[in-house]
């Protein structure tokens, strides 16, 4: 939406296989980013990762004021996981039946 209120707004959604979310997850906007931009989120480039540290980033477009933002893709979360097994220790030659436990946690980062 580059020409939204002046200044213009990027709309973020999330997406999967069976589509577009219609809730919209994130705005952004040049006041978010503490930048004098107008006609910012005319052009996006997105889906590489442009800074080397494996996650995607997001280059946005202000034509009017030949500028663009970079934007670096970073992990929200992360992600912890446990398993047990009953009986741990298996004899060799016999068929057994293993209970297999396994529980995962994230915490925001």
């Not at 997001?58 to 097994?85: E, Q």
Request: hydrophobic share 40%; glycine share 10%; with cysteine.
């Amino acid at each position: 939406a580059p020409y939204e209120n002046g200044f213009g707004a990027v709309y973020i959604y999330l997406g999967s296989k069976e589509g577009l979310n219609e809730n919209v997850v994130q705005r952004l906007t040049p006041m978010n980013l503490d930048v004098n931009l107008k006609t910012f989120g005319y052009s996006l480039s997105g889906g590489m990762d442009l800074d080397g540290n494996d996650f995607t980033d997001l280059v946005i477009g202000a034509y009017k004021s030949d500028a663009a933002v970079f934007l670096t893709g970073r992990p929200i979360f992360r992600v912890h996981a446990n398993a047990t097994a009953d009986p741990w220790v298996i004899e060799t030659g016999k068929q057994s039946t293993i209970q297999v436990k396994l529980c995962f946690s994230y915490t925001p980062l």
